[in-house]
Each structure stands twice: as structure tokens, then as C-alpha cells.
């Protein structure tokens, strides 16, 4: 940064004095520049100051009257020189410290790209900048500014590598062994390494040879060495198989199942040896000789009783209950078993013979289903009709009660609340009541209507 040492010389008298750091009136009433507005002035005339960003500086008709008319030269600052140039700064002759950045790739007149994409937009009216010394980490330019180079990998390593700024990286263990592929020569220019090759600084891009398919150094009876170093297990094999179970290849007891053994009991010794998987219809053998069992007999009864059925495969099917013995308010079973009839399904059978209610398997509202198929339907019952008329409620011929709807003409009001004419409660809020009553609604006294339904 450069330093501005800027003395304003005054002329006594009563005129106006502008200097390259301010303005100083007679009257008292001096303006001071800013650091920027100084640094910035290009040309000092009678009415004002010309600076670099177009910001100009205009004076008044007072202070360009009283100003002296003789122009007065922009202070010129002598550059700071360079005083050590090292591999990240530079130390400058006015103590400055500049630290070298990226290298700019792109530069033109109006700005320049950065290695790192940032866009640099020079200031208006100001030439592009030049190279005035280049270093090995950095770049001083025209204009000042310091651009760092990027980092170079100097030593790189199967395992890592230590850049030039002396930052040390590892290397995953997927990318050493990639590495190892390449030459010394080969690794210390390679600046991306992938499976299928390296990208490296000079742009001689490394390509990787497809690798060689994998070949069988060794078979033994559990498994397999291949070239790449891979280990194959193979499939266990079923060694000695009994009635209830096996012993695999590698040691491994395997008991079976019942129905499994049920199904091995088929086969001949030889035949259960060899069978892989055996299922109801036949067994899978590891030769490839599958067995195929004979389709089973049709079962035929053995045996028929009252309560079930013995075949000739030795199955035992239940007969279905039949209800032996049927009263009133229920029966028991063929099997013992008592079931209570429910009122309403008494009530029916009460109304049936005693015939008809041995032959009653279900009996319902409508009908009868018997137990010899022939079901018995009920006529429609006659529709009842009235048999007393009262005040409040009407008795049917069938029994039923019908209640009347009372309705009121009128809300009957309470404290606290009404019920309305069609028998709809109201509870009124605290404080307050019914303000007017009519056949169609009513009006409470905080003016809210209620419409009766």
C-alpha cells in the first residue's frame, strides 16, 4: 500500500487554498478529503478536482472565486520497490508484505480470469495490468497485486506425497495400489489416478492394460485359490444320509424333518444316499437319476359307525353331529354335547309338533330347515293393527307399544332454560332468558333467535 504524505501550503490572506488532502476557506469552513478521495485525485484546477473514478469534486462559486487560479499538480507517490522476493511473498521497500496467490490465466484489457474461475474487473480508464516479476510460487504485477501459483506435487510416494508448499498427503489405500502400477517417473506427474488410468501434469495421460481374467491356482475339496488371490468355497456336498438325517461334506449334522423322513422312508438305501431334496411327488439325486414315486391309492372305507368314518389309509374322518334330542328350550347332540335354544328360537318352536321340531336342524323367523331336506316355510305374518287407543300411546295386535309424540304449541320456559314445541331442550347461558315466545321460534334477550325445526 502506498502512503500518501500530502502538506497543504497556505496562502495568508483571504483566499481559498485547495490542497491535494483538502479544502481550507477563510471563513473557517475547511473540508477534509478521505484517504480514497486523496489517493484518487488526478488534476487540481480552479474550479475543482478531477479524480480517477469519475467522482470529481466540484467547488462553489464562493470557494472557486477565493480559490487561487494556478492549477496545482496531483501528488506523485515514488512506488515501493521490491526488497526480498521468496516462494509464497514479498517483503516490499515500505515494509509492505505480499502474499502470491493463484496464477491468473486469462488477461485482457478490460480484467482477467483466475486458475480458479473468479473474474477480475480492472477499474475504468486504468491499462491492463503487466508482469513485472515472476517467481517460482507467485507473479507481481503492474498494478501491485501478488497471484500465488498453484502447489506442484515435488515428492510423491507409493503411499502419499508432499507438495511444494511442504503440506504432506496420504493416499488411500485404493489409490496406492493403483499407483503401484505406475513408474516413479509415471507417479510423480500423475495428478489424478483412477482404475482405468492417470491423468498427469504434462497432459501424457497413463491408460491402465484391461486386467486378465482370474485362472485356477489351486482346487482342493472345500474350495477354491484363484490368481487375483480369491477364495472360492464350494458348494457343500451331503456325504452320509440316513433315515433321519445327514452328514454334510464338512462336518455339518442335518437333522430332517418328520415328513421328510416319512419321504426318505421310500427310498432305498442307495437312493436316499444320493437324493439332494426329496419332496411328496419324488427326490432330486446328485447324479441327475431323479426317483419318482408311484401316485397314491384312491383311500376306500375300512370301516363305517355312527360317529365317523376309519379309511384305508388310515385316515379317521368325523361324521357331522345330527341332533338326537330336541325340546323346547334346546337339545343335545349325537356326540352328548347340549345346546340351549335361544327365546326367541323357543318361542318358535314352540309353536311347531313334536315331529316337527325332532326333524328342525335350523330354525328361523321365516322358515324351518329339517334335517331330511324338506324345509318348512313360515306365512307372512298379518300386519298388526290397533287394539287400544290411548292419550299418550297406541297397543298393537302383535304386543308392541307405540309412545306418542307429545308436541306443544308453545316453549315451556324454565330458569335456566326451555324445552321448545318439538321437544328440543335449550340450556340458556347465565343472565339470560327468553324475551318472547311464538309458534315458530323464540327470542332470547341478548337478540338471538332460535327457528324450531
Keep these: 500500500m502506498k502512503v500518501l504524505a500530502a502538506i497543504c501550503l497556505l496562502v495568508v490572506g483571504a483566499s481559498a487554498q485547495v490542497g491535494p488532502s483538502g479544502i481550507i476557506s477563510p471563513d473557517g469552513n475547511n473540508v477534509q478529503f478521505t484517504h480514497e478521495q486523496a489517493h ?45 522476493d521468496g516462494p509464497s511473498g514479498i517483503v516490499m521497500s515500505d515494509g509492505t508484505l505480499v502474499q502470491k496467490r493463484a496464477k491468473r490465466h486469462l488477461i485482457g484489457e478490460g480484467g482477467a480470469v483466475l486458475s480458479d474461475g473468479t473474474l477480475v474487473q480492472f477499474n475504468h480508464g486504468v491499462s491492463a495490468p503487466h508482469i513485472i516479476l515472476e517467481g517460482p510460487s507467485g507473479i507481481l504485477w503492474s498494478t501491485g497485486q501478488l497471484t500465488q501459483k498453484r502447489a506442484k ?75 487375483d488371490g480369491t477364495l472360492v468355497q464350494k ?9 433321519s438325517g445327514m452328514l454334510l461334506a464338512d462336518g455339518t449334522p442335518v437333522q430332517f424333518s418328520q415328513a421328510e423322513g416319512q419321504l426318505r422312508a421310500k427310498l432305498t438305501p442307495d437312493q436316499s444316499s444320493r437324493a439332494i431334496v ?32 376309519v379309511m384305508s389309509d388310515g385316515t379317521l374322518v368325523q361324521k357331522r353331529a345330527k341332533r338326537s334330542l330336541i325340546g323346547p328350550s334346546g337339545m343335545i347332540t349325537a356326540d352328548g354335547t347340549p345346546v340351549q335354544f335361544t327365546q326367541a328360537e323357543g318361542q318358535v318352536r314352540a309353536t ?14 321365516s322358515g324351518i330347515v329339517n334335517s331330511d331336506g324338506v324345509n318348512t316355510q313360515f306365512a307372512a305374518p298379518a300386519a298388526p293393527h290397533v287394539i287400544i287407543d290411548g292419550p299418550s300411546g297406541q297397543v298393537l295386535s302383535d304386543g308392541s307399544l307405540v309412545q306418542k309424540v307429545v308436541k306443544r304449541s308453545l316453549p315451556l320456559v324454565g330458569p335456566s332454560g326451555a324445552i321448545l314445541a318439538d321437544g328440543t331442550p335449550i340450556q340458556l347461558p347465565a343472565g339470560v332468558t327468553i324475551a318472547s315466545a311464538g309458534p315458530s321460534g323464540v327470542v332470547l334477550s341478548n337478540g338471538q333467535n332460535i327457528q324450531y325445526s
Design 40 to 84: 484518487s485525485i488526478v488534476l487540481i484546477g480552479p474550479s475543482g478536482l478531477v479524480t480517477k473514478d469519475g467522482k470529481n469534486i466540484q467547488l462553489t462559486h464562493g470557494q472557486a472565486t477565493l480559490n487561487a487560479a494556478i492549477p496545482v499538480p496531483a501528488p506523485q507517490w515514488t512506488p515501493a520497490t521490491v526488497l526480498l
Design 352 to 365: 311347531l309338533t313334536a315331529e316337527q321340531n325332532a326333524r328342525a336342524v335350523v330354525v328361523g323367523p
Design 278 to 309: 426329496v419332496g411328496p411327488s419324488g427326490a432330486v439325486t446328485l447324479d441327475g437319476n431323479n426317483v419318482q414315486f408311484a401316485a397314491p391309492a384312491v383311500a376306500t372305507v375300512l370301516l363305517d359307525g355312527p360317529s365317523g368314518t
Design 235 to 243: 458348494r457343500a456336498k451331503r456325504a452320509l444320509i440316513g433315515p
Design 153 to 227: 506435487r515435488a515428492l510423491i510416494g507409493p503411499s502419499g506425497m508432499l507438495l511444494a508448499d511442504g503440506t504432506p498427503v496420504q493416499f488411500t489405500q485404493a489409490e496406492g495400489q493403483l499407483r503401484a502400477k505406475l513408474t516413479p517417473d509415471q507417479s510423480s506427474r500423475a495428478i489424478v489416478v483412477g482404475p482405468s488410468g492417470a491423468v498427469t501434469l504434462d497432459g501424457n495421460n497413463v491408460q491402465f492394460a484391461a486386467p486378465a481374467a482370474a485362472t485356477v491356482l489351486l482346487d482342493g475339496p472345500s474350495g477354491t485359490v484363484m490368481s
